[in-house]
């Protein structure tokens, strides 16, 4: 750590790296000290969560856990800071590319990068120590997961969506503000589109995330005392931002009867197709060590070209980009269909 201490034991940052933030007057010294002392949990680590980890590392959060399932892709690289061509060539996992771009940007503080798929358990596994949990995924089930394990937990998230043009935060506090599931209950006119099917536009990722981390902070420096639990939306091409209340529902399965729906929802290992994407996702047995050795054994025998690096392995197969990760996730890209995929999945394996 870079925390210096003065004579009175008071601690001053680095020559002071943060100077111009604690002359902010809504921030100072006090605030400051808050935000160093802060822990977060960035859920995905795409186009929202490369963002919101830079500007956590720059304004000195202690300490940032990004959980994200993915590689860097060609694609990523128009709206998602920080990652480089070199990542794309190397496949690299999204977590870890983060982790050592940030480190190289604050090394005062702890950045920990972790390639998960998320579910209960990891979240489980990361919430307890930290302040706020930022959503910076791309899906709902993810989404409703993250809301009932903050509930059950009782921790503070803040919900972020964008697609083409558009885009939503809600800051969530259980027990006080609405829930994701209220909102939902309460908001006919909420935008839920996929960035895979309408596109994103590269200048409304720092405009979300920019209301998102400003959120963030007074959540921090405020605590109990913050009150701005308002749905924003927002659009970058109309340069408009609005922001309405939105009541809690008396009768919420989530945050008042906590019925945990998507806590409950029994693990399935089917084939799933990604969406708005021509990939597949299945659940292999593949995860163990022995499994990916095996597979790198049989590309190797049948002459299959691959790359592979600490938390993948990736090839094609019939004219199929194929992706293998270490916890037994495996993509087939370019597949019309769950059909087809599997056909291809059952050649290669049996
Ligand atoms: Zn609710």
Redesign the pocket.
Known sequence: MFIQYDHKGEPFMMDSRYSRQMLVSSIGKQGQKKLNEASVLIVGGGALGSHMAEMCARMGISQITILDRDYVDLSNLQRQTLFTEEDVLNKEAKAFALEKHLKKINSSIKIEGMVADVNKQILEQYIHNIDIVLDCTDNFDTRFLINEVCILHNKKWIFASCAGTYGNVVPISPGKS??L??LLANTPFFNGASCDLIGVQTTLIPFITSIQSSIMVKMLIQQEEFDDYYFYQMDSWKLQMNKFAVR??KE?K???CKEFEHLNKAYTDEATQLCGRDTVQFRTSLHEEAHFQQLVNYLDEHAISYKRNKFIVSFSYKDHPIVLFKDGRLLIHEVPDVKRAKKLYYQLFN
């Open positions: 609405a829930c599931d209220c809690r529902n919420c989530s945050c008042v």
